[in-house]
């Protein structure tokens, strides 16, 4: 049976006929109903009817413009159209209309405004991330005479193109009348000049997210310092591949080590900061970052330690309210596990997800850690692939997580004795051996996802080997 369309109500044939005449469109904006503004913007917009989007910019009747929700992918053009916009307001200096726009976001999120839509004009700019789909607190709304906010997320890399560096002139040169705010920052291998331009636009103190990927020596770093000390709405900080262990404070002459412990430093004006992420960086001077702030989560990943940051870790007071902790990729095969042991012994009551991927812990190592760890009854992940267990060691792992009651996803490396002494494994010991630890554990508790993995297949790129119905992957069977 076909279905009958309904008819266009009297709106979307309104709307249809000044998408269809841009100019007409333009002309009638003074006079639009406000309630006709966000669907004739999101079509202008998706439809790139740039003059008719750049009118609306400047007489946008709302206090937030949520534009970066419209954008599945970056588009300079239809931006370069709506800053235009904000300058056509700002040379008027009026605020059109009932001068409610205070703010245009150009994060990539989803907004409640284009969905529970503007019957309150002082409808506040809440929002979700794309990727996670959580409340975003909207940045303070400030009073008219404010300056107005652009607000956006940036990745800048290598180095800045023509597009970036015309749009940091372009924001220089309205200093005085709109205000830039950058919530979530990633920098990746750019010069210590770049990143001053940048911040010199962006205020640090605005930041909350910030990934810095870059190879600078210690006294760039100390350079940097002042930036980071003003960062102080900071949660997340994410440091990745800084080799400055090759040019440690042991090796840096007198009048440039009192710069370079001063960057070090800075890391106690952090108050905000939860997160902190060390992936690949700063060897030997871990001890430092963490030695000032509470963290929720620490993640230290492809890092050389000694036992003496072992120690450290096991003492730091910052550390003992954690939710998460990942310590991928970081050899410990020759490090005593009492000082981790330690560890997670004061976070049992808080601790939520946990990674020693790939860390290479031995039988005796993990048996160190077992105690701690049956205590940890909050986890909901484990992750313990590419490490070398035996099969009585994972079966004696298993039966201590008796208490693992909120435990959603677990990851186990299959037993050695699955390998050969050439280090091939043998499909049908794979699937016996798992499938028996996978009873051991049913006898204690039911799991809901666990997984049993070797390294990473070239044929289908995937690591599970083998789940709950002891499959395989493909290329084995």
């Known amino acids: 049976m076909m279905s009958i369309r309904s008819p266009p109500t009297l709106e979307e044939l309104a709307r249809q006929a000044l998408l269809r005449n841009e100019a007409l469109a333009i002309s009638a904006l003074e006079d639009l109903p406000w309630m006709l503004f966000p669907a004739l913007f999101k079509e202008a917009f998706h439809g790139r009817l740039t003059r008719l989007v750049k009118a609306m910019v400047a007489a946008w009747p709302f206090p937030c413009l949520p534009v970066g929700a419209l954008m599945n992918t970056f588009n300079l053009e239809m931006v370069q159209e709506m800053l235009d916009g904000l300058d056509a307001l ?3 200096n009026i605020r059109p209309r009932t001068g409610k726009l205070r703010e245009i976001d150009f994060r990539r999120v989803h907004h409640r405004f284009w969905t529970v839509w503007a019957g309150a004009e002082d409808r506040d700019c809440s929002a979700e991330t794309v990727s996670e789909k959580q409340e975003v607190k909207p940045p303070l709304s400030y009073e008219l005479t404010q300056p107005l906010q652009v607000i956006t997320d940036l990745y800048f890399r290598f180095q800045l193109d023509e597009a970036e560096t015309n749009f940091l002139e372009w924001a220089q040169q309205r200093e005085d009348s709109l205000q830039f705010c950058c919530v979530n920052m990633k920098i990746e291998s750019l010069s210590l000049d770049d990143v001053s331009t940048i911040l010199t636009v962006f205020q640090p103190d605005h930041i909350q997210v910030l990934e810095l990927s870059i190879d600078w020596s210690w006294p760039t770093l100390a350079q940097f310092s002042p930036y980071l000390a003003h960062m102080r709405n900071l949660h997340t900080l994410s440091l990745v591949q800084i080799p400055t262990d090759r040019l440690g404070l042991d090796d840096l002459p007198g009048s440039e080590e009192e710069p370079v412990r001063h960057f070090l430093s800075q890391f106690s004006t952090l108050s905000s900061l939860q997160h902190l992420s060390l992936n690949d960086c700063v060897n030997g001077h871990h001890d430092a970052l963490i030695s000032h702030t509470p963290l929720e989560s620490f993640s ?25 902790l990942d310590m991928c990729g970081v050899p410990l095969s020759r490090l005593g596990m009492k000082p981790l042991r330690v560890l997670l012994e004061k976070v049992a009551n808080t601790l939520e997800t946990l990674g020693f991927q790939g860390c290479g812990i031995k039988d005796s190592q993990l048996s160190v850690l077992l105690p701690a760890l049956s205590q940890c009854s909050q986890l909901t992940k484990v992750n313990f692939y590419f490490n070398d267990f035996s099969v009585n060691v994972l079966s004696d792992l298993l039966r201590h997580t008796a208490n693992f009651t909120k435990m959603a996803t677990e990851q186990y490396p299959i037993p050695l004795e699955c390998f050969d002494e050439f280090g091939y494994f043998s499909r049908e010991l794979v699937v016996q051996l798992c499938l028996g630890l996978v009873d051991t554990l049913r006898a204690i508790r039911e799991p809901k996802d666990i997984s049993f993995a070797t390294v990473l297949c070239r044929g289908c790129l995937k690591r599970r080997v083998s789940d709950l119905e002891a499959r395989v992957c493909p290329c084995l069977q």
């Open 300 to 324: 230290v990943t492809h890092c050389r330690l000694f036992q003496s940051h072992l120690r450290h870790l096991s003492r730091c007071e910052r550390l003992h309210q954690l939710k998460h």
């Open 90 to 92: 700002l040379t008027q």
